[in-house]
């Protein structure tokens, strides 16, 4: 059996693998991702601890020295967590001002005053996508769940047809658009432009989010027909505080960032020219770093003072929105060391020897192996960090559109059927007041009609650009 020196895990260019070599490479991967996915779900190990035992697991059966399977986990933790945290932070810092100052509570309401009937799906599908942009998944659930369950019984709807298109519109997000931490530390994997990326996503999310949200809601409302659970009917937060900030200025707040990265990446494109004034100008105000921070900083003005909010106030705020995500960082940290270990054991070169005999495109390659660590370990972020180690390789001769289109096509695999093992599931059954079955027929089977019709529209734009 072939064993992998002490060179090749540091060499930049490993020697070529024999089918030995694959053999156990493919077995290592396996294993290693069988040892999180065991850790994860049987013994319930936290996924830090998890992936941490998985990458020494991976190194000693790839035969790499421990030492090096060290190095190379610790460096992948640094590099990834230096790549992306300070986003994670930032956007964790604009989530807690936007919820705490009740700027989420009046988008919400501005747009419900607006929708009657027929378009309150629709609305709920903007309300979420709006929200979901800077928050993470389990936030915004727990921020819209209140509106979802106040609209649907004043209103006397259906609750399927108001929760599905909010869940949709937040899962969409998470899965597809940065500055969520699955999609930032793909992007970082596989060396893809944020800009052409955010841009690209937001194109394939729109029509994923309208199938799998209001179309599908109608379906689910038919399977799925149950009251809004009394109980559940929690205080919101901005029923606290005597005022808060106005909708036009919350949707500036929010949507800045993204226009300030939509701006680079059109300037890129227009411009490309490194020398130009203009380029180098929009590469400082539309990097996430800059754009992040300018949202934030927007924030406290718009958000913060407006609701009364004290400088204390608004530095406690700050506090309290960076603690919940030292686990996410971890978490993602990592992840990013598992991707460099499979890297630099030569796993990744090994798919890529082993897919050019496939006829298996490249895109549709990733999606599927998102969508079986996804299967296994429940989690979408596992699965984005783990599928995007695996596929790196893949990119490495693509244009900068296909490769934002492999972060996509990633992103949507990690989204496929969320069960029994995924979190979120259990998060949607208690707070709707769903059983098991009905969770399946309802919030799954939306999580893969997403996964489905992403996955397609990735493989179909990667035919026409």
Same mark, same amino acid.
């Given at each position: 059996m072939t064993r992998l020196s002490v060179e090749m895990l540091a060499a930049d260019a490993p020697p070529p693998i024999t089918s030995a070599g694959h053999a156990q490479l493919g077995i290592a991967a396996l294993v290693g991702i069988a040892v999180i996915v065991l850790?994860?779900?049987?013994?319930?190990?936290?996924?830090?601890?998890?992936?941490?035992?998985?990458?020494?697991?991976?190194?000693?059966?790839?035969?790499?020295?421990?030492?090096?399977?060290?190095?190379?986990?610790?460096?992948? +933790?640094?590099?990834?967590?230096?790549?992306?945290g300070v986003l994670i932070a930032l956007g964790a810092i604009l989530g807690k001002l936007l919820a705490d100052s009740g700027g989420a509570d009046q988008v919400v309401d501005t747009i419900l005053a607006k929708a009657r009937g027929w378009a309150m799906p629709w609305?709920?599908?903007?309300?979420?996508?709006?929200?979901?942009?800077?928050?993470f998944f389990e936030v915004g659930i727990v921020l819209l769940i209140p509106v979802v369950l106040m609209v649907a019984k004043r209103g006397n709807y259906s609750l399927m047809r108001i929760g599905v298109p909010a869940l949709a519109g937040l899962s969409v997000m998470h899965g597809l658009i940065p500055p969520h931490p699955g999609p930032l530390v793909a992007i970082d994997a596989v060396k893809a432009n944020l800009g052409v990326t955010l841009a690209l996503g937001i194109?394939?999310?729109?029509?994923?989010?309208?199938?799998?949200?209001? +179309?599908?809601?109608?379906?689910?409302?038919?399977?799925?027909?149950?009251?809004?659970?009394?109980?559940?009917?929690?205080?919101?937060?901005?029923?606290?505080?005597?005022?808060r900030p106005g909708f036009g200025a919350t949707l500036a707040t929010v949507l800045l960032p993204v226009v300030l990265m939509l701006a680079k990446a059109?300037?890129?494109?227009?411009?490309?020219?490194?020398?130009?004034?203009?380029?180098?100008?929009?590469?400082?105000?539309?990097?996430p770093m800059i754009a992040l921070l300018a949202a934030v900083l927007l924030g406290v003005f718009t958000l913060g003072m407006p609701a009364g909010f004290s400088k204390e106030r608004i530095s406690s705020t700050v506090e309290k929105g960076l603690m919940p995500i030292a686990g996410i960082l971890l978490i993602v940290g990592a992840g990013g060391g598992f991707k460099q270990t499979?890297?630099?054991?030569?796993?990744?070169?090994?798919?890529?020897?082993?897919?050019?005999?496939?006829?298996?495109?490249?895109? +549709?390659?990733?999606?599927?192996?998102?969508?079986?660590?996804?299967?296994?370990?429940?989690?979408?972020?596992?699965?984005?960090?783990s599928a995007a180690g695996l596929a790196a390789p893949l990119a490495a001769d693509m244009s900068s559109t296909h490769a934002a289109l492999l972060v996509l096509a990633i992103g949507a695999g990690s989204l496929f059927f969320s069960h029994v093992n995924d979190a979120g599931f259990w998060l949607v059954k208690e707070y709707f007041g769903l059983s098991v079955g009905q969770t399946i027929k309802s919030w799954s089977v939306m999580e893969t009609i997403i996964s489905v019709v992403a996955g397609a529209l990735v493989l179909l734009l990667s035919l026409v650009i």
């Open positions: 850790l994860i779900t049987r013994f319930k190990l936290h996924a830090f601890l998890s992936l941490t035992i998985g990458t020494l697991v991976l190194g000693a059966v790839a035969g790499a020295p421990l030492d090096k399977a060290i190095a190379s986990f610790t460096a992948g +933790l640094g590099s990834t967590v230096a790549g992306v609305a709920m599908v903007l309300i979420a996508s709006v929200i979901g942009l800077p928050l194109l394939v999310a729109i029509p994923t989010v309208v199938i799998a949200g209001p +179309l599908f809601a109608k379906v689910a409302a038919r399977w799925v027909d149950v009251p809004v659970p009394e109980r559940m009917l929690p205080q919101r937060p901005s029923e606290e505080l005597q005022r059109l300037v890129d494109i227009v411009v490309d020219d490194p020398a130009n004034m203009t380029q180098r100008v929009f590469d400082v105000i539309g990097s499979l890297i630099d054991a030569g796993v990744g070169q090994m798919v890529l020897d082993i897919s050019k005999d496939w006829s298996i495109p490249a895109l +549709l390659l990733g999606w599927l192996i998102a969508v079986a660590i996804r299967l296994a370990t429940g989690s979408a972020t596992v699965a984005t960090i």
